[in-house]
């Protein structure tokens, strides 16, 4: 496997993403969407092609950061060499963090070096909340709950396989946060928000970190509960750029199921494109019938699509919000795509991301060929808000169009198929 050292330059700019509904109870591969286009829609950063778009820079932005090293560290490249002479099964990519990064991620958005984009929801202000017994066993499936002083639920979360719940507040002054509330069956603790001392910005530059202790640690006297049950879904972008990556799945689902194995998992596959197309959305229910998630894969052709912009709000509300998961499995979510939502429909976004941290969904972009940065951020915020982690695809496997190196520290280039297959087992609490 190859080390990467990518690049750390980005302006990002502005856009919005929105969001519609599909519950699990359609039959299997059967239901669509076909919303009407949102009347007068229009923004100009998304009218130009990918490649126009690539760096998210303008020019004099990208002359500020070739006169300033340390805004770009010095790029290094490592490859090992890989086999890619089954060119199906073979796309490679990188895995990213953010929230095992948070000073990382924080820093870039502090310097200026990135914005997030309009449409994104805004994760800079983060409660980690650290969950153990009595004897210091990190407590995965715990619920941890941020109160405002007017009672009001600003966040909820759910405590990963680590322990680790994340909770998130909007922009405002910290003597309006209460408490958190941690709770497991009968075992709770409330935690009271407490102010760092060094001062009212914590001894930090950053203006919009708040006073706010943003690491608190909470301890049960209950033993730890983990979930046999895993739920498996992905969502995949059916237009016509996403060939290579639709052809895939197709080819490789059936060796991903077998190497993670079939007891207590169920898979669902679920499609979208974007409006005037064949269909906007395609959801199917979970199931363990792998030949079944076969079979619907193997229905679908990569086309459709036109502008950059895609349906990705509506296939996140109908997938995170409006479809029933179990609430005791472990639940993942791989979303494949390579363009952002439409403008215009942050509330439903932020809706689709809360819902999918009150239960528990770790959503884990994979970014393909032909994005640009706006995808990345987007993709970014969207695995910190859900204690997912951020995948996207590289140039080594000479597969496809060409891959935007990601702005992150270094990281290893294994196969897609590896990475998914890791990750699953990664996520997955009793083997």
Known sequence: MSIKKAVAYLMCITMAAGLTGCGSDEESCSYSSTAAPIEGESFDAYESSADEADDGLDGSAAEDIAESPEAAPEQGVVHEEIDNSDKIGVL???????????????????????????????????????????????????????????????????????????????DTEPQELDFVNVVSGEASQQLPIEMNEQGDDGGQEDEQTSAINETMQAVLETPESLYEKMQVMFILDTTGSMGDEMLFLQSEFGSIAEAVGSDNIEYSVNFYRDKGDEYVTKCNPFTSDTAEISACLNAEIATGGGDHPEAVA?????????????????KVAFLIFDAPPHSGTKSELDRAIHAASEQGIHVVPVVSSNSDRYTEIFARVLAVATNGTYVFLTDDSGVGGSHLEPIIGDYQVELLRDIIIRLIDDYRQVK
């Open 92 to 170: 490679t990519a990188g895995e990213w963090n953010d929230n095992d990064n948070w000073g990382f991620f924080r820093n870039l958005i502090s310097s200026g070096t990135i914005t997030l984009p309009e449409y994104c929801f805004d994760v800079t202000r983060r409660i980690k909340v650290e969950i153990t017994d009595g004897a210091g066993t990190p407590l995965p499936n715990v619920t941890a709950v941020l109160v405002d002083k007017d009672g009001n639920l600003v966040w909820s979360a759910v405590s990963g396989k680590d322990g680790a719940a994340y909770l998130f507040y909007p």
């Open 314 to 330: 509506e296939i996140l509300t109908e997938t995170l919000a409006d479809t029933q998961w179990d609430s005791e499995a472990v």
